[in-house]
């Protein structure tokens, strides 16, 4: 291993998936518990929420959301099967498709935002300050803009979570 990451990042890059990992557990516990439906759900009808027209093409979810194009498209059909989204053909290229929040979709964000919420601010707002917050953000949002404008690699490395040292 030729390429040393230094130990504040690299314990950062740590507590960021450290952080990450049980946050996404937490969450998923809580709307479990509460016979709602699992995260990516709320992922994949909050891009849509916020897209014009409350519409987005699937090309672009794919961009919005951390899952796969196949995993994607899997769960686009559960939502439409469970009538929180529909999918609408592009009309100006015939091969696309958007995808639409219904009503239900609405109603199922606000079912699910309460108990997101409420592990957000007991996990997350008690223990991160507002600057600590404002400096996360700022920073995560370069590493991401970053690594966004790096060219793809078709055979990345599976590791993150650190060197061996």
Not at 83 to 102: N, S
């Amino acid at each position: 291993m030729t390429a040393r990451v230094p130990d504040p990042h690299l314990g950062a890059w740590r507590a960021v998936l450290s952080a990450h990992s049980a946050l996404v557990a937490a969450v998923e516990t809580e709307l479990a518990e509460a016979s709602l439906p699992p995260l990516a759900w709320y992922d994949v009808l909050w891009a849509v929420r916020r897209s014009p027209g409350k519409r987005i093409r699937m090309a672009d979810l794919a961009a919005e959301v951390t899952i796969s194009r196949g995993g994607l498209t899997k769960l686009a059909d559960r939502l439409e099967k469970a009538g929180v989204l529909l999918r609408e053909a592009v009309e100006e290229d015939g091969r696309g498709f958007y995808v639409v929040l219904t009503p239900a979709g609405e109603a199922m964000l606000r079912r699910m935002w309460p108990v997101y919420a409420r592990v957000l601010r007991s996990s997350f707002v008690s223990a991160v300050s507002a600057e600590e917050a404002e400096a996360i953000d700022a920073g995560l949002t370069r590493a991401a803009s970053v690594a966004q404008q790096r060219p793809a690699r078709r055979k990345a490395s599976r590791s993150v979570g650190g060197s061996p040292r």
